[in-house]
């Protein structure tokens, strides 16, 4: 196996990126008039570069009618993400030791293939190799999502990566420490004033943001010798060489030229249908630094709302928030745009509490006389902006009050919050009825393991036990909590919000039995 100029003496930090579910993958197809793959009876899902594989176990995990399989050139990450199957029982999931030159020959093919956090960092040979693995395994009608740095958003910072790698060279130590020389360096930089960070507040701003994120992160995402960023039509002209088509984008409102470009650069999009044009255009009005793109081979398209309602109906809509209400309004970078009337009111009462599904909604009495096209253009921009989440299964009602005995029914979350809880970050915590994962913060995975093992009785207390063995500090208004009846009672009243706020959301979402 060979790394060419890929880090790998630090391994990477864990994670769940939501955008690489079937899901969502599936409902942008969707919203592109693309018939995407059906998942009701089982499908393949590769992930190519799956680091320590929190993405593709906790997918499994969600999919248990689907096999995933994780591919990383890295030992220690695909030790990591064996210990998570064994752990999670994920009898759907296998990861594999293996540069992308050199995968098993009887792979097979993937009806989903996905790649985060690969194609910018790696060697242009080793991004033909990705292109290749594309065309030969990736199923007829099947998506692949990458993810790159972009330009033009990146133009003015990579300055910034080049001086941290340049500056990590000279240091010494392995990949972690060298980073963190390198970002002193910046600081320093900085507070003398140097004038690349005059001349470029955004750049001087960046520094603090880079302060703020895991070095093993820094490493992975600076540090490797062929790092790039793309502008759209280059990727999108190397998959469609292989035979790729491009489909669409997340975020879900990236598909929504009124929602990402301000009202006096539209004009554009009303006058071409070249593809390949109103993105790069839409790249520069947004300053787009990072993309999410889905690709399909042999797409077949969907020629109306019909087709839609037909191909594509077990994905469901339901309220994103119990505390939406109209006008709605939502910021989304570039554009602010808000939606009101009798329509949208009409949607958020017949999807809140609940999920439908498209042709459910469609057919609703309260929506009686309404144009189909119309209440889908509806729903999909209440999706966009955030009022509506889909969902793989149906999702009912909340539970007033849970019962005061929890469990939880996957061993994956199980294993998941005994191994991870008050480790400094997020868990993501798999749902089958979404079909994806569910962040919680750390304290709140610690106090769902305390109360799904040993009840309520006593809970903050525990909590607050385990809290002090972390070496994990509380904080208030920005600063550390060090007196201790104070830390008593901010862990209680997390329990208590937690119990009052979170739990009954992760019963109704089918991750805590209750």
């Known amino acids: 196996m060979t790394a060419s100029g890929y880090v790998t003496d630090v391994a990477y930090v864990p994670g769940f990126y939501p955008q690489m579910s079937p899901v969502a993958m599936r409902y942008v197809a969707a919203l592109n008039g693309v018939a995407p793959p ?60 293996a540069d992308f030159g050199h995968l098993p020959t009887d792979l097979g093919s993937f009806d989903f293939l996905a790649l985060h956090g690969v194609y910018s960092w790696v060697a242009p040979s080793v991004r033909e190799e990705l292109l290749a693995i594309a065309r030969e395994r990736l199923a007829p009608g099947g998506l692949l999502l990458v993810s790159y740095n972009a330009m033009p958003g990146w133009a003015h910072l990579q300055p910034i990566r080049g001086i941290l790698r340049q500056y990590a060279a000279l ?143 077990d994905l469901h809509y339901r309220v994103a928030r119990p505390d939406i209400v109209l006008p709605y309004q939502a910021n989304l970078g570039v554009v602010t745009s808000t939606v009101q009337g009798p329509l949208y009111q009409s949607l958020l009462g017949i999807l809140r509490g609940r999920s439908l599904r498209l042709s459910e909604i469609v057919a609703a009495e309260e929506l009686r006389g309404t144009p189909p096209a119309d209440i889908v253009r509806a729903v999909d921009a209440g999706v966009a902006m955030g009022m509506f989440d889909i969902t793989a299964g149906a999702i009912g009602e909340a539970p007033a009050s849970p ?95 937690f119990i009052r706020m979170s739990l009954p959301e992760l019963v109704r979402l089918g991750i805590v039995t209750a």
């Not at 590769?46 to 248990?64: D, M, Q, Y």
């Open 38 to 97: 059906s998942t009701a009876d089982g499908f393949r899902f590769l992930e190519l570069g799956c680091g320590l594989g929190r993405c593709f176990t906790t997918l499994a995990a969600a999919h248990p009618r689907g096999e995933f399989v994780g591919v990383d050139l890295n030992p220690d990450h695909t030790a990591a993400a064996a210990r998570d199957i064994a752990a999670g029982e994920l009898a759907n999931a296998r990861v594999i030791t």
């Open 171 to 313: 240091r010494q130590g392995n990949s972690e420490q060298r980073v963190r020389d390198a970002v002193a360096y910046l600081v320093f930089m900085r507070e003398k004033q140097a004038k690349y960070f005059e001349d470029n507040p955004r750049a001087a701003a960046y520094v603090d943001a880079l302060l703020q994120q895991d070095p093993r992160y820094l490493v992975h995402e600076y540090m490797n010798e062929h790092w790039t960023s793309f502008y759209f039509a280059e990727v999108a002209g190397a998959f469609g060489q292989e035979g790729l088509s491009f489909v669409g984008s997340l975020p879900v409102f990236t598909n929504f030229w009124d929602l990402c470009v301000r009202p006096e650069f539209q004009e554009l999009f009303r006058t071409t249908t070249n593809r390949l044009v109103t993105e790069a255009h839409k790249d520069f009005c947004a300053n787009t630094a990072f993309r999410w793109d889905i690709y399909a081979k042999s797409p077949r398209l969907m020629r109306d709302l019909g087709e839609r309602l037909k191909e594509v109906d």
């Open 403 to 497: 019962s005061d005995a929890v469990s939880i029914a996957s061993p994956f979350n199980r294993a998941l919050l005994e191994a991870d809880s008050l480790g400094g970050r997020s868990l993501a915590l798999a749902s089958t009825l979404t079909g994806t994962g569910h962040s919680v913060g750390d304290l709140d995975a610690a106090i769902l393991h305390e109360l799904s093992a040993r009840g309520r009785d006593g809970l903050s207390s525990r909590v607050a036990k385990r809290l002090e063995a972390s070496g994990r500090t509380l904080q208030q208004n920005g600063q550390p909590v060090n007196d201790a009846a104070k830390r008593s009672q901010l862990v209680e009243e997390a329990c208590q919000a």
